[in-house]
């Protein structure tokens, strides 16, 4: 095990009707409140107007923006950049899924910073100040709601970086997991994708000794596989959509990798240079990429994969070689997928070989591709071509 330093601090407040701490959460009477949310449904399911009894009540200031895109754009975190200058906003809320959360981490570190905020998304600055925001969890999957760490895409140079601050942990998050009884179902499914690719990308570590956090992650892996089934034949069950949502929050918060040395994450490149030019939906992409991610790592060396086979995927280990173990495995993982209803191939996206060669560019947006593997150019066109 490393040596590690564990801190977040997010408040988390979980359960139903805990939108109430939010009067509380925003302390004065009258502060200016950005509003942040995406494409509407939080008008459709009441959230919003639960958020908005809250801000009422304390006598907020409230401006809203919304619109902000699954995948969120460079674009609209400078509008909203632009409207928190404006009104002299003093904290943002956001109010949805990764993407909503995502983008105003984002507004909040570039509020303060003179140049571009793209330089600060691209790690070229490094921000020293930031608003305050919260949020309010309404899908269940990035972790975003209680980690540091914020995903934008430029559209224009088909760009999707991921860059993350001390300064960019929410001040509080609001789960209630009835806010994802509206949640539909295929957006589920990517969540839970996500959810478990986050553990996954931990668990393929290179640091020994590790029992503690290995046991910790298959956990949170058979929790989930566990609730996801039963989640999506009823997908207005308080128990199963609580499951499931404090998992996405444990799955990326810090907890999973103290002590190791972070894990692998080159499937999350990969799938990043995919939704940067096809703009598909994260999960599904991971859906994907991951299976053969593995295999392509097994091949080589498969005793990492074998032990999740054996402690999390089931695998009768008599009669047959590490590999075996290993490929039968990484089957059962891709086989749980398809059957919660995951693409299984980019076909299913309508993607081709077409934009190969751009797609590999994109996956190397970091100097280094994978960490417990470490991909080149060649290796990244196998795992996407094998994923066709
Ligand atoms: O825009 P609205 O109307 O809110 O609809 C959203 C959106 O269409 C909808 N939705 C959210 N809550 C809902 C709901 N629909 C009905 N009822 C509800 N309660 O779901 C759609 C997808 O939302 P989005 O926020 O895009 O999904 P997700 O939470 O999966 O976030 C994806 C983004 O997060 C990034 C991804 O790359 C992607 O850009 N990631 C962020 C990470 C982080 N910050 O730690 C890590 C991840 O690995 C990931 O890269
Ligand atoms: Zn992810």
Redesign the pocket.
């Known amino acids: 095990m490393q040596s590690f330093l564990q801190f977040n601090p997010t408040k988390l407040w979980f359960g139903k009707g805990q939108i109430e701490q939010l009067a509380q959460e925003l302390g004065t009477p009258g502060k200016k409140v950005l509003l942040v ?9 009441g ?1 919003y107007e639960a958020v908005k009894q809250q801000l009422d009540h304390m006598q907020a200031d409230m401006y809203e923006m919304s ?6 754009r460079l674009t609209t975190v400078k509008k909203g950049i632009e409207l928190c200058r404006e009104h002299g906003i003093e904290l943002i809320l956001a ?8 983008c105003a ?1 984002a507004i909040s570190v570039g509020v303060y910073y003179d140049g571009d905020v793209w330089d600060i998304i691209t790690r070229k600055a490094v921000p020293s100040r930031a608003l305050p925001f919260g949020t309010v ?8 709601e209680m ?1 540091n ?5 430029h559209w224009e140079k088909n760009e ?1 970086r ?1 860059w ?1 601050s001390p300064l960019a942990y929410p001040a509080f998050s609001i789960l209630d997991p009835e ?6 179902l295929d ?1 589920t499914v ?2 839970i994708v ?1 959810m478990m ?2 553990v996954l990308e931990q668990y393929f570590h290179l640091t020994e000794n590790t029992p503690m956090m290995d046991r910790f992650m298959e956990s949170v892996l058979l929790t989930i596989m566990e609730a996801a089934p039963k989640l999506l034949e009823n997908l207005h069950s308080y128990e199963h959509r609580a499951t499931i949502m404090y998992a996405g929050t444990t799955a ?1 918060n810090g907890l999973l990798s103290s002590g190791t040395d972070g894990g692998d994450w080159a499937s ?1 490149q990969i ?2 240079g995919l ?1 940067a030019v096809y703009d598909i ?3 599904g992409g ?1 859906a994907i990429i991951y299976p053969n991610w593995m295999r392509h790592c097994a091949e080589d060396d498969p005793s990492r994969m074998t032990k999740l086979a054996l402690a999390v995927f089931g695998v009768d280990p008599t009669g047959k070689t590490d590999h075996e173990i290993a490929y039968e495995g990484i089957e059962a993982l891709r086989q749980f997928w398809n059957s919660l209803g995951a693409p299984n191939c980019l076909a299913d996206y309508d993607i081709s070989d077409a934009r190969l060669e751009e797609l590999i560019h994109k996956s190397f947006m970091k100097e280094q591709v994978g960490s417990y593997k470490i991909m080149t150019r060649d290796t990244v066109r196998d795992i996407l071509t094998k994923s066709l």
């Open positions: 949310f995406g494409g509407g449904s939080i008008k459709k399911n959230v619109g902000v895109e699954p995948n969120p109010v949805g899924g990764g993407s909503v959360i995502d981490k969890l309404t899908l269940a999957a990035t972790g975003s980690n760490i914020s995903v934008i895409t999707k991921g993350s806010f994802t009884y509206s949640v539909p957006q990517y969540g996500d690719s986050h990326f999350h799938e990043h939704s939906p994260h999960g991971l």
